[in-house]
């Protein structure tokens, strides 16, 4: 099995940062793309940020230029980096990654989340 285990996330005030940290671990052969998410109260779940096994990232209109994403493939981790914080970006922040398994089966694989409460 893999699991992700996101931490980093707390409450912070408008424009302050935090760095958000997604650790994978278990039977993993390789990791292509890694992903961040986030699910406000009472909306959807939506992409924040995505890491693609080469090194490319995209974001979000509503992130861009605030947030940078990043990985360290050594040890299976992501960040993102988060400054200038809003309260509109105020959520449950996941993380997703597509993995290939020593058993090699491919497994599309989520964090348990962690809150960002952005406040003053």
Known sequence: QVQLVESGGGLVQ???????????SG????ITNMGWFRQAPGKERESVARI???GSSDYADSVR???TISRDNAKNT???????????DSAVYYCNTRVL??????????GQGTLVTVSS
């Open 27 to 30: 039977s993993i052969a390789s």
């Open 78 to 88: 992501t960040y993102l980096q988060m400054d200038n914080l809003k309260p509109e």
């Open 52 to 54: 693609f096994s080469g």
């Open 101 to 110: 398994t020593l058993q090699r089966r491919w497994l599309d694989v989520w």
């Open 14 to 24: 408008p424009g302050e940062s935090l760095r958000l940290s997604c650790d994978a």
């Open 65 to 67: 230029g605030r947030f």
